[in-house]
């Protein structure tokens, strides 16, 4: 799987979130704190300096980082804005992947340093957004992203487009560009349905040129994996590694809701048969397993074993989540 050193690191650093985004899988039916079962069991988990420090510490050749992950906001960490400044500082390159309702905009004025982009999640206008971005507040996240913006910082606006928003995509490509945004980049959706049934609006797909219909499908196309061209690795917040964050999402369910007959989880936990926890083991050895199993991987991958790796890497699904 890794043929070279490993260059680029995803890191979720925590699992706390300040919204309910009615398709995520943090969201689930959980009286008022609409969390999901795995979360319940899970409880709060947050990457700190210290962890970081010592993942870098095995990886000499880390040149980019992507703090985002399955459950959380990576705002929500009590290390984020350290650990923000700490990979700088070590001339590393920083994205933050946010929905940019956490914090001060004194907070995100700091993090605009050379080699930080931050990416926006704003799914709408001041009517709209919050339809998807449960518990988000428009206004403070406008005020976050200028002040980020305005003291120089790159940012990038990326939104999902729903049948309740489409009709304002336009109005919100042109407010981007007024507020000084990089890009203003639509992402093709899946998401649909409502994890939380009573809490919030059944989601419903747009119309189907911003569908990201290959998703939807396990298609026989060879897999093109991502972790395998970029050199990377995920870091969930409770301290497992894996290859990627869509088989992070599947080793974390099946590790918190052992029930769980969902395939994919279960298949994963198969194929990761060994401890990749940096907490009780180090990296290098678990990265070492990863590189010892590669080959296994890969014949699975011929075979169709591995549904997530289907969904996400067959067709090179994971070079088109965008529109063109």
């Known amino acids: 799987m890794y043929?070279?050193?490993i260059k680029r690191a995803h890191f979720e650093l925590t699992n706390r979130c300040n919204a309910s985004c009615p398709s995520c899988l943090r969201t689930g039916p959980n009286t008022k704190r609409q969390l999901s079962g795995h979360m319940v069991q899970a409880g709060w988990h947050d990457i700190s300096l210290q962890d970081v420090k010592?993942?870098?510490s095995h990886l000499p050749d880390l040149e980019r980082v992507q703090l985002c992950g399955n459950f959380g906001d990576p705002a929500a960490a009590r290390d984020f804005v350290k650990i923000v400044h700490y990979f700088i500082d070590n001339n590393i390159?920083?994205?933050?992947s946010t929905n940019g309702g956490l914090r001060t905009p004194k907070m995100w004025a700091s993090m605009a340093?050379?080699?930080v982009l931050a990416l926006f999640a704003i799914d709408g206008d001041e009517d709209t957004n919050h339809i998807y971005r449960v518990g988000t507040r428009f206004n403070r996240i406008m005020e976050n992203a200028k002040a980020f913006?305005?003291?120089g910082g790159i940012a990038n606006w990326i939104y999902i487009p729903f049948a309740h928003n489409e009709h304002v995509i336009d109005k919100c490509a042109k407010l981007a560009s007024d507020m000084g945004f990089s890009s203003f980049e639509v992402k093709k959706t899946y998401r649909v349905g409502n994890n939380n049934p009573g809490h919030g609006p059944e989601i419903k797909l747009p119309s189907k040129k911003y569908m990201n219909e290959v998703v939807h499908k396990n298609t026989e196309s060879p897999i093109r994996c991502k972790v395998?061209?970029?050199d990377e690795i995920y870091v969930a917040a409770d301290g497992d590694i894996s290859p990627c964050c869509w088989v992070g999402c599947q080793l974390w369910i099946k590790k918190y809701s052992p029930s769980t007959i969902e395939y994919d989880a279960a298949l994963a936990s198969?194929?990761?048969?060994?401890?990749h926890s940096f907490r009780t083991n180090s990296l290098t050895s678990i990265v070492n397993s990863y590189?010892?199993?590669?080959?296994?991987y890969e014949l699975s991958w011929d075979y169709r074993k591995i549904p997530v790796c289907n969904k996400n890497c067959g067709n090179n699904k994971w070079l088109d989540r965008y529109l063109k």
């Open 54 to 56: 010592e993942i870098h």
């Open 3 to 5: 043929t070279r050193s």
């Open 113 to 115: 340093r050379k080699g």
């Open 149 to 151: 913006i305005d003291a």
């Open 270 to 275: 198969y194929y990761i048969d060994f401890d």
């Open 93 to 96: 390159k920083v994205e933050i």
């Open 228 to 230: 395998k061209e970029t």
């Open 291 to 296: 590189v010892q199993k590669g080959e296994i």
